[in-house]
């Protein structure tokens, strides 16, 4: 049984530096997790590449008259689906499932910064995307995909993809905090993919969608992160996307992670 520490002890949150190196430490317990129950990561990677054979096979000749040249379309925004989604399916969950088995109770009992879990499964969550967008780069290539732009903007399109990604998880995170399970959490994850990640570019350029689904997939956040990622990687110019991005991103950030914050300081 843990003793109760005094009050003093409750109280004294370690701050700046310290802050940094509890995230790292809690970044790495979230690895040895991932490590030991890999299914967030690998729906990470598999949702995606099933999506970019199915969309290659069935659209490739109907869309773009061949595979080979649908898939210069199509890669790029399979590669954004996949940072988005491994943001989306891994840190809500994890946090919600810390609060509910108890986990965090036993760091309140530590000296051990507020914010720390939460750095902490972020931060472990661009080791996560790497490893998504990389295998799917791989798998891409196998499909017949190849860059066509400068090495310098390929980095900048995963950048970009990873940074979206990492912005957008802070919205799972708050959810996590809100909710009662990490069900609740996996079933909004999915509800919100749909419409997300589907409802874009994805699959064929907006002006050739119905009007209505057009409407929604112009201003969709994450159909600037796909052309952004395509102009980048397809060597074509920028219509403005990587700003948007950008943008988005920040936009995000800027909302959901002080939210998240408060609200897990709520639930200590």
């Not at 002006?207 to 990687?233: E, F, S, Y």
């Amino acid at each position: 049984m843990t003793a109760a520490l005094p009050p003093t002890a409750r109280t004294a949150r370690p701050r700046g530096f310290a802050t940094i190196r509890h995230s790292g430490i809690l970044a790495r317990r979230s690895l040895v997790k991932s490590a030991r129950n890999p299914g967030p990561v690998v729906n990470g990677v598999v949702t995606p590449a099933l999506f970019m054979v199915l969309f290659l096979y069935l659209f490739g000749g109907p869309v773009a008259g061949s595979t080979a040249e649908y898939v210069q379309y199509l890669f790029p925004g399979i590669l954004a689906m996949g940072a988005g989604l491994a943001g989306m399916i891994s840190t809500g969950s994890a946090i919600n499932l810390d609060l509910k088995n108890g986990v965090t109770d036993r760091f309140r009992s530590l000296p051990v910064s507020r914010t720390a879990p939460l750095l902490g499964s972020v931060a472990a969550d661009l080791l996560r995307y790497l490893v998504a967008v990389s295998v799917l780069f791989v798998i891409g290539a196998l499909l017949g995909f190849r860059i066509q732009g400068s090495l310098l903007a390929a980095l900048g399109a995963t950048g970009l993809a990873i940074l979206f990604g990492f912005c957008l998880s802070w919205v799972m995170v708050f959810i996590g905090v809100l909710v009662k399970s990490a069900d609740a959490v996996l079933s909004f994850s999915f509800i919100a993919f749909l419409p997300l990640q589907l409802g874009s570019s994805l699959g064929a350029p907006t002006d050739t969608l119905p009007g209505w689904l057009r409407a929604w997939a112009d201003i969709n956040p994450v159909t600037h992160v796909m052309d952004a990622c395509r102009a980048l990687l397809n060597g074509t110019p920028d219509d403005g996307s990587v700003g948007l991005t950008l943008l988005w991103s920040a936009v995000l950030f800027c909302v959901f992670c002080p939210l998240a914050v408060r609200a897990y300081g709520r639930r200590e």
